[in-house]
């Protein structure tokens, strides 16, 4: 299944009545112009920033709809940090500072720090090794005029939005990709999306609610939601992921009294590279999903940490593979269009991260939502996590702003792409020579590091004494014993209580072993599949 087309339009639909019209989006090229007419950013130790000090112009957009009536008693109960919030007046000229317990950096113990970093386009692990660019970052370069963040301001405290100059970046970068419809978007950094996740079900949810997900999902969003009280619930899928239909149905007909519940109102879907099933939302499934949120007033979580996974076309085992694209212009129409990018409400939390296309030990990702939806996250962020790593936030912004920049950023997207592409067609080219194919059967992805594996369990030979779990944990044991592992499909259900399984299905990456490995490794699972199935 090839990744779906992009799809460009300058006018969105608001009702059948009504539209708007998009101004043009910020493009690679403009970063550079529209920094230069702003000037030099200046922001210092715990220096109060927003994604607006960074943004386009947004006349013409209307500003989101308001969330209160969805907010937790915990998240309406949060005040701002009394200390964090007099970090805006650091910058008064004059003034000296008794108040916040922000220590000198001469009493931090690392004057600086070093990264080798590949120099695009050479972003193989040999060429960077042999021409890669060694980026320094001292305590002082601000002051010493080499830069606009060093050491001083990296290693002491920040503020729940994070660092100045990493949203510098990863606002442009959303204006970039997504250019949101409505003119009070934000950006805040985040220390990944597993804890951006924990801040979302406590600003959204109280305990015994229900939200809804792909009928399987992202184990441990499941797993973050269990100890606060949340449920999931999860809607049927197809090659493209969640029905909207079925989303449509399940709402309409909810029943509070038999449910024992107030009516779902947050969705939670990963659309590009689904984990666990690899399934890719194209953007009429996308539009779709988002109409029917709007008919019930539904709240989107937009958990998209392959969204930059998203794959060139399969061919086959033997066909010739589809070329890159030409220009980070051909990259970035290639991409599905994302929710955010559709959301007149301002109804969307879009996650992002770098765990996935960078290092998962960076732990630094963002969320662009709502200006309301932000200032709440960002008071949970003040009393929790705070910001993340700044070290991490060194790093990134040394390669991706100083020396990549957006363009460059592109084109390790597109190597990244074209990497995965690969990786997928191996283990593709494995499952169709080792896997018997009268018991297995898949959809090759189109995007993400999974390949959702579907076993036909009625033709066990035990099938009408054992249940589907029961042979699952059969097949898993047999597996193991061969020398391979593979994720139990049952790992990932969205529903703890309820869920009957009606189809048995295991999960492969092609993100973790070297090609000759992954060849291997399909060839034991087969094997282990003929030796329990007899065949």
Wanted: glycine letters at 8%.
């Amino acid at each position: 299944m090839a990744p779906p087309s992009a799809i460009s339009y300058d006018i969105e639909a608001v009702t059948d009545t009504e539209a708007i019209v998009l101004p043009n989006p910020l493009t690679v090229n403009g970063v550079a112009s529209r920094r230069s007419k702003v000037g030099k950013l200046v922001a210092g130790t715990a220096a109060y920033t927003s994604s607006d000090f960074f943004k386009s112009s947004t006349a013409g957009k209307p500003k989101a709809k308001r969330w209160d009536h969805y907010f937790s008693i915990e998240s309406k109960s949060r005040q701002p940090s009394s200390l964090k919030g007099a970090a805006r007046y650091l910058n008064t000229p004059g003034l000296i500072s008794l108040g916040g317990g922000l220590p000198l950096a001469e009493n931090f113990p690392i004057e600086e720090i070093s990264v080798k970093v590949p120099t695009p386009p050479h972003f193989k692990e040999k060429e960077a090794i042999e021409t890669g660019t060694t980026l320094s970052a001292g305590k002082y370069d601000v002051s010493e005029g080499k830069s606009v963040y060093d050491l001083s301001i990296a290693l002491n405290y920040c503020l729940g939005t994070g660092a100045a100059q990493m949203l510098r970046w990863v606002t442009e970068h959303t204006e970039i990709v997504c250019n949101p419809p409505y003119a009070d978007w934000q950006c805040s950094l985040t220390v990944g999306s597993t804890s951006a996740l924990d801040h979302a079900f406590r600003m959204l949810c109280e305990r015994g609610d229900y939200i809804l997900a792909e009928e399987y999902t992202f184990s441990s969003a499941v797993e973050t939601g269990l100890p606060l009280g949340v449920k999931f619930i999860g809607l049927k899928m197809d090659d493209q992921g969640l029905i909207p239909e079925a989303m449509d149905a399940l709402l309409s007909d909810w029943d509070v009294v038999a449910r024992g519940a107030r009516k779902p109102f947050v969705l939670y879907t990963v659309p590009s590279g689904q984990n666990p099933t690899g399934a890719t939302q194209g953007g009429a499934r996308r539009r779709a999903i988002y109409k029917v949120a709007q008919k019930h007033d539904v709240y989107i979580l937009e958990d998209e940490p392959y969204y930059f996974l998203q794959m060139q076309p399969y061919t086959g085992p033997s066909a010739p593979s589809v070329p890159p694209p030409s220009s980070n212009e051909e990259f970035l129409r290639s991409l599905v269009p994302t929710f955010l990018s559709m959301d007149i409400d301002g109804r969307v939390m879009r996650l992002d991260s770098f765990s996935k296309v960078i290092a998962p030990g960076t732990r630094v990702g963002w969320i662009t939502a709502s200006e309301q939806i932000i200032e709440r996250f960002v008071r949970a962020n003040e009393v929790s996590v705070q910001n993340p790593s700044g070290i991490s936030q060194m790093v990134l912004f040394k390669m991706l702003d100083e020396h990549w920049g957006h363009g460059g950023y592109l084109q390790w997207l597109i190597n990244l792409r074209m990497e995965y592409t690969s990786r997928r067609d191996i283990l593709l080219a494995a499952c169709e020579k080792y896997l018997p194919r009268e018991l297995v059967s898949w959809n090759p992805p189109a995007a993400g590091m999974f390949l959702w594996l579907k076993v036909d369990w009625r033709k066990h030979p035990a099938a009408k004494t054992k249940s589907i779990l029961e042979i699952e944990e059969e097949v898993f044991l047999a597996a193991v014993e061969q020398g391979v592992l593979v994720s139990r499909g049952s790992w990932f259900t969205a529903d703890r209580e309820n869920f009957v399984p009606t189809e048995l299905f295991f999960r492969a990456t092609f993100a973790a072993a070297s090609a000759d490995k992954m060849s291997e490794a399909t060839a034991r699972f087969g094997i282990a599949l003929r030796d329990i199935f007899g065949h």
